[in-house]
């Protein structure tokens, strides 16, 4: 077998050499190419994900305050209608009770005596009526019923001993008892709740 030459020898390893440097040039330029490719890609995935969980995150943030909103409106509703109800109660209960101390008047008698005539005139066609008072104005009751019938000039009122469930004011029935007229001072304080309810709400 002939000798090689030393020369053609190096010549042969430099091209094999060469040739791995390019191969291996090109691997690494295709390697670079596919990663940032797949980087790329991964980006655009990850972006992608990104935008879905913020849209996400921004509908539940908006939807959350939404429902604070009108949790808010709902609670500032509340309390505004428990303040109403509660200012027209301690209204009604003022009024209730400067009725209750009408007793103290000079003039309750006469008082109690203009109701029962108003409440008479309220049951036309009566042959004959009842006035019933509360227990505390039963010893009013005779002559209340006396100066009502006198003032009437028509039906008879007699007076019924057996108190009325009531903190003053009268009640005033027919003699069958079918029908009557609730004077008292509950009565009253409830007639004028709606006009009190108005008036408060005008002023609040």
């Not at 390893?13 to 040739?19: C, G, T």
């Not at 940032?36 to 913020?54: F, H, I």
């Not at 019923?145 to 028509?154: D, F, I, P, Q, V």
Request: net charge neutral.
């Amino acid at each position: 077998m002939t000798d090689i030459p030393n020369e053609k020898i190096t010549a042969l390893q430099n091209i094999i050499l060469e040739h791995a440097n390019q191969q291996r040039a090109a691997l690494a330029t295709d390697a670079r190419k596919e990663a940032e490719a797949w980087l790329s890609k991964e980006m655009a995935k990850l972006e992608r994900e990104t935008s879905v969980v913020l849209a996400d995150a921004k509908s539940r943030a908006e939807d959350i305050h939404r429902r604070q909103i009108l949790s808010a409106e709902r609670e500032k509703s509340t309390e505004a209608l428990r303040q109403q109800n509660r200012l027209l109660n301690e209204a009604l209960k003022r009024f209730q009770d400067g009725l209750v101390r009408l007793r103290e008047r000079g003039d309750y008698e006469k008082i109690l005596t203009a109701l029962a005539i108003e409440s008479a005139r309220l049951l036309p066609g009566a042959a004959a009526m009842r006035l019933k008072l509360s227990a505390i104005d039963a010893h009013l009751g005779p002559s209340v019923a006396s100066e009502a019938t006198r003032k009437l000039s028509g039906p008879a009122m007699a007076f019924d001993p057996d108190p009325a469930p009531i903190i003053g004011g009268c009640w005033v029935a027919s003699e069958d008892g079918r029908r009557q007229i609730n004077a008292d001072w509950q009565s009253r304080t409830q007639e004028m709740a709606d006009t009190l309810a108005d008036r408060l709400l005008s002023l609040l």
